[in-house]
């Protein structure tokens, strides 16, 4: 892809003054951080760049504010256990762009690092407006984009402030980059896909991009009873699509056999009689969901199946859950599938469709597998064969 990252020659950071985008969009509740995987994973960058000389402001997003300030969405949170994990105290700026702003910019010191207020404050940032780009890049000298989640948007901190300042990128993006490339450029056979999730339509252009690469796609989650219905077989009270969706997963099955790919389906499953923590359960045949019944997981073969199957492999991508893993009892068939990969010897990248947070729940660590990507969508999109436009701009720059 052609990518300059921080750690290759031809830059000395010494006295440079960075802003830096990170992807900091983690999940509150009452202001309170529930998971910072992703301030974590921005680490190795930050200080890379503060222990070469650079002075750092990092710029972020966080949730959806519509282009308006939302003191609800404050990087506050971010900016304290940013320092809470990095020891220092860390200076939160009242805005992302203006005269005070781009004024502490040009002070930035050696070894400084503050962080800015959240970029959607502004409707300029998601539009990819000239002139919030433009007053974005104000005072720095160098642009430096780690943010992978947010690579597949077009907006200004991601694609405009990169044609604005020399840019490259940062060590979770290189390594993304890197590593999803790989895999879909030359993965050690044989390759498979494990998907999950609730939908076949949400997965669509996925699941074709992965007819075309892989030898084996195991189907769970909710999505494989849209599958098991377009086969005729009785799925009881199971979340599926209708017969239009249907339709276009026998043309998956069908396109799938002529390209020497085997879709392969749960034999049995996990059913329950309500969708709740403390309901009734009980391992059916997959073609046979009593009625009144709705599959949950996937049962105790197909996870052995599955298990085998991903041990041998010499690569394997892991899209979504094989059940409701937030609900106890439901979450066994998923448990199964991460442990196997953690076990495995071949390459096993996870992305997309909250396989980090079901890797946590059932107590796997991501550090197991070969990579957990940090972005879903932006992960799906490059397997999909689309460009990215935050990957884009680096690779021109």
């Not at 974005?136 to 597949?152: E, P, Q």
């Not at 044609?163 to 050690?188: C, K, N, T």
């Not at 972005?375 to 680096?394: Q, S, T």
Request: glycine share 12%.
């Amino acid at each position: 892809m052609g990518l300059r990252s921080i750690d290759e020659p031809g830059r000395d950071w010494r006295g440079a003054r960075v802003l830096l985008r990170s992807d900091l969009n983690v999940p509150l509740d009452g202001g309170t951080i529930t998971d910072d995987t992703r301030i974590a994973a921005s680490l190795p960058t930050i200080r890379a760049l503060l222990s070469a000389g650079a002075g750092v402001a990092v710029c972020s997003h966080l949730g959806r504010p519509k282009g308006q300030p939302n003191p609800d969405l404050s990087l506050a949170p971010v900016a304290e256990r940013l320092g809470s994990l990095l020891a220092r105290d860390i200076e939160l700026l009242p805005d992302c762009i203006g005269p005070e702003v781009t004024a502490r910019a040009r002070a930035l010191d050696e070894g400084e690092l503050v962080v800015l207020e959240n970029l959607r404050f502004h409707a300029g940032e998601e539009a990819n407006d000239p002139d919030f780009a433009e007053a974005l890049a104000a005072g720095y000298t160098d642009y430096v984009d780690d943010a992978f989640g947010a690579a597949h948007r077009a907006h200004a901190s991601v694609v405009g402030v990169a044609e604005r300042l020399p840019a490259r990128a940062g060590l979770l993006l290189a390594r993304e980059v890197e590593q999803i490339g790989s895999l879909m450029a030359d993965p050690a056979r044989p390759f498979v896909a494990v998907l999950g999730g609730a939908k076949v339509s949400d997965k669509l252009p996925l699941i074709e991009a992965l007819l075309e690469r892989t030898d084996r796609i195991l189907v769970g989650g909710a999505m494989c009873f849209t599958f098991i219905a377009a086969l005729g077989d009785e799925v009881g009270a199971s979340l599926h699509e209708g017969p239009e969706v249907q339709e276009l997963a026998r043309e998956l099955m069908r396109k799938a056999v002529n390209l020497n790919c085997a879709i392969q389906l749960p034999v049995d499953v996990a059913v329950a009689d309500r969708f709740e923590a403390g309901a009734a359960l009980q391992i059916v045949p997959s073609d046979a969901v009593p009625d009144g019944w709705m599959g949950v997981d996937i049962g105790p073969r197909t996870s052995a199946e599955f298990a085998e199957v991903i041990e041998q492999a010499g690569t394997v991508f892991w899209n979504g859950p094989m059940g409701a893993f937030e609900i106890p009892g439901f979450d066994d068939g998923t448990r199964a599938v991460a442990e196997a990969l953690a076990s495995a010897d071949g390459i096993t990248l996870a992305g997309g469709g909250d396989s980090a947070a079901a890797l946590s729940a059932v107590g796997v660590e991501p550090s197991a597998l070969t990579h957990v990507s940090t972005g879903g969508g932006a992960a799906l999109e490059m397997i999909e064969g689309k460009v990215l436009p935050g990957v884009a701009v680096l690779s021109e720059a």
